[in-house]
């Protein structure tokens, strides 16, 4: 196929392929009243992401200790983190046991879930922690650590 006839196949008449619409989320085959409303709804939510990044705050001491504060201990019985890390270490204590799931099966999937889960949670507070100790170094009330 020349340059010339590929041109003229780019501008003949064709239907938008499934594919098309695809990459474009079904937006091309949409009806018109609908395309409409998804683009107003995805302006309203732009400009809602614009007004929540603009609200974040723009000061490095001030971002650090938002940081801070937002990050809570996952140990403290308080935190909004402990009863998803006390839910698995309970599940996977119950999982151990035999008789709690009488379908082996069903025990050996839960137990490998479970299984992941504490190790994703285990890399998950250790990343946590480590954001905390680095957020916290910059704050203003805060004592460098010496031997």
Sequence with gaps: MTNESASRANEDLRPVQDWENRAVNGMAHSVKRIFEED???AKKLRERQEAYEKSLPKDPVEALRAIVNTLDSMEDLDSRYYPIKASIELLYELACKEGVF??????????????????ALCVLEAEHTKARAIAR???PHHTPFEA
Excluded: G, N, P
């Design 102 to 119: 009488q379908d082996t099966e069903v025990r050996h999937s839960v137990y490998w879930l479970l299984c992941k889960a504490k190790d």
């Design 39 to 41: 683009i107003e709804s």
């Design 137 to 139: 170094q910059f704050c």
